[in-house]
Structures are given as structure tokens and as C-alpha cells.
């Protein structure tokens, strides 16, 4: 029988243990789902592996409730719906070109590294990309179901009427209890549903609620779990909406490159984002080069569905 002999120079798993795709997706996708801030407060539409550029959304519009006359027919509502076509046109890469000796020398942490980073700064660009839609919101206005643009029909923080102006070095104010309060009458009377609504402000606005005893004392807040600003440091609700807390609140300048920060009050249906592409990640030898290139990406598309359902209130940057 013919001796059996070992390949000495065979490459196996055991030696490349740090470029396993499957592996690395995993990580990838586990990172980016733990750093995402705003598309867990939005409408999430299911598009992955589906053919085309274009979402056609239905977007109902709400039919009103008839008093009923005896012996007589009921009143039939006459259909309008409206359709909010969304464009998939995001697509964002990170890519890590890994040469031979770094995965022969460094230790497997280096993985664990790139994964949680390249999870991490998809996160974060599908979050900004969310908070710039916030640009569009038109609640507080005669006609808030014609979007704005550039936070043309914006409020500042302080009093939630008075219009935001780019004039000179600006005109936004801290979040004040009146200012939340007009933002919620705002929605209020765009009979936008009370149920899913969110307030996203960035930590500097944190930071001054946390000064306003209205916001703090336990009246308020209540003692659910421990749920109590003074001693946790955490915003939990605001008159029964949920305060989220983002560094990737969108930047606003005034004329004198004054900057401010947009925050936004919105119920869910309000934003759309659709996943063509749900984060992936890809592994490819280059000989010229003697390294694994690294490519995590995402594709994806964004839109206000209904601008009635959301306000923007610009704060101070300071």
C-alpha cells in the first residue's frame, strides 16, 4: 500500500483564521445593528434582493368618520391615495486592504477591530443620512404636507413657533418645556397618531434638559426600574414621548457659519429607509499586492413619506 504523505505547504483554514467571510459578515452586521440610532425610529421597508431603483410606497390618506342616518345607506369615502415613490441611490463601501504579514503577525483581535469598525461607520452614515431628511419636516406650517427643503419650515428650540433664520449669526434657541410642547400641539393638529412618536436631540441638549427640574424631578419622570434622571443620568420620556440621544444630529450654519444643531420630533411613518443591500461583507486574495482585501457595504434609500409628521427644531451648536 502506498505510504501516505502530508502536504507540507498546503493552505488550510487553520492558517488564514482571520479571512473566513462568513465570519467577518457576521461581526460586520452585529456591529452596525448595535450602533444604530435612527432606523429603529423610522419605517423600515423590506427590499433586500429585490430587482430595481424605485420603492413605490402607498401612502393613504385618512378618511373621516360619518354619522349614521336611519334607514339610509352608509356614507362611502371616495379613495385618494397618494404614492411616495423612494429611491435606492445610497450606496457606501469600507474597505481594509490587509497585507500578508499583518494577518501572519498581528493577533486575531485585529479582526475583531475591523468588523466592529466597519460596522460602526456604516451606522453611522445611514444615521446621518436619516437626521439630513429631518431638513424636510413641515409640521408647525399652513401646508405641512408639502415638504420643506434645507429646514426651510424649521422652528427654534425655545418656543417651537417662532421660524428658524439663517440671517446674520442665527436665530436657534435651547429646548425649553413650552418649545417641546408647541412641537407636540404641532403634531397634534396634523392628526398625526400620538403612538411611535420620538424626540432626537444631540448630547449638548441632553445636557440641558438635565438642568430643567420639570425633566428631573421625580414627579415627572416616575420610578419605573429605577428610571429616574437624577440618579441614572439617562432622558427616558417627555410627556410620554422618548427622548434618543445621537451625536449624528445634522448640522445647520447660519449666514455667519454660525452653527447649530437640528433636533427632531417625528412619529415613525414620517421617515422611510429601504436595505437593497443589508450590510455585506467580501474577501478577495490580491497577489500584487500579497494582501486580503476587506469590503463591507451597504445600499440603501432614504425619504420623508410624510412631512406632516415631523418638526425640526434648531438649538444652539454650544
Known amino acids: 500500500m502506498a505510504a501516505q504523505f502530508a502536504a507540507t505547504n498546503a493552505v488550510t483554514t487553520s492558517g488564514v483564521p482571520n479571512f473566513i467571510p462568513e465570519l467577518w459578515s457576521d461581526e460586520v452586521l452585529a456591529a452596525y445593528k448595535a450602533n444604530l440610532v435612527m432606523p429603529q425610529l423610522v419605517t423600515t ?9 424605485t420603492v413605490h410606497i ?3 390618506v385618512r378618511g373621516s368618520a360619518s354619522a349614521k342616518s336611519a334607514a339610509n345607506a352608509v356614507t362611502l369615502i371616495a379613495g385618494s391615495d397618494a404614492v411616495f415613490d423612494l ?4 450606496h457606501f463601501e469600507y474597505s481594509r486592504l490587509i497585507e500578508d504579514i499583518v494577518s501572519v503577525q498581528a493577533l486575531d483581535s485585529i479582526r475583531q477591530f475591523y468588523t466592529d469598525d466597519a460596522g460602526y461607520a456604516l451606522a453611522i452614515n445611514v444615521d446621518s443620512a436619516l437626521h439630513d431628511e429631518g431638513a424636510k419636516f ?3 406650517h399652513a401646508t405641512p404636507t408639502t415638504a420643506g427643503s434645507s429646514y426651510s419650515k424649521a422652528v427654534i428650540g425655545g418656543d417651537g413657533t417662532t421660524a428658524w433664520s439663517e440671517a446674520g449669526s442665527g436665530n436657534g434657541s435651547a429646548l425649553t418645556d413650552a418649545g417641546i410642547r408647541r412641537a407636540i400641539q404641532a403634531l397634534d393638529d396634523n392628526n398625526v397618531p400620538s403612538r411611535m412618536r420620538n424626540l432626537v436631540v444631540p448630547p449638548i441638549e441632553k445636557r440641558k434638559l438635565m438642568g430643567i427640574s420639570r425633566f428631573t424631578e421625580q414627579a415627572f419622570t416616575g420610578e419605573a426600574n429605577g428610571g429616574n434622571t437624577i440618579r441614572n443620568g439617562l432622558i427616558g420620556d417627555v410627556y410620554g414621548i422618548p427622548v434618543y440621544v445621537s451625536t449624528q444630529v445634522a448640522t445647520e450654519e447660519a449666514n455667519d457659519s454660525t452653527a447649530y444643531r437640528a433636533c427632531l420630533m417625528f412619529q415613525k411613518e414620517a421617515v422611510v429607509i429601504a436595505e437593497q443591500i443589508t450590510p455585506r461583507t467580501q474577501t478577495q486574495y490580491k497577489q500584487e499586492f500579497l494582501a486580503d482585501l476587506m469590503t463591507a457595504d451597504v445600499l440603501y434609500g432614504v425619504g420623508v413619506m410624510r412631512p406632516e409628521a415631523g418638526v425640526a427644531l434648531i438649538v444652539p451648536n454650544s
Open 87 to 90: 429611491t435606492i441611490n445610497q
Open 138 to 140: 413641515a409640521a408647525p
Open 58 to 60: 402607498p401612502r393613504p
Open 45 to 53: 421597508m423590506p427590499f433586500s434582493g429585490k430587482k430595481g431603483d
